[in-house]
């Protein structure tokens, strides 16, 4: 498996409400076992001193695309993908994504 197990934090209405829960969403590689997730959690923010209790994953499928061109219509999909929610430890650190902003 490659090192990069996580892609990018997904940022959304709801996971945003989860996050004063120390619940914390990413998308993952397809392939990315539940294991491997916490490693790459608690490696990536090991400064924060992170540690992760509970992980959970969902594949999201792809959806269907439809655009008219020139009289017809062309159809496709979306990529799917995998999200991680990764529940962290009340009494270890937690992670900010907006720090940067």
Known sequence: MSKRVLIKPYVT?????????DK?????????TKPAIKQAVEQAYKDEGV??????TQIVPGKRRRQFREGSMIEGRTSGFKK????????GGSIDFFDAI
Do not use: G
Not at 51 to 56: F, G, L
């Open 13 to 21: 209405e709801k996971t945003t409400r989860q996050m004063a829960e």
């Open 51 to 56: 540690r992760v209790t509970k992980v959970r």
């Open 84 to 91: 991680a929610i990764v529940e962290l430890d009340p009494e």
């Open 24 to 32: 914390y969403t990413f998308v993952v590689r397809l392939d990315a």
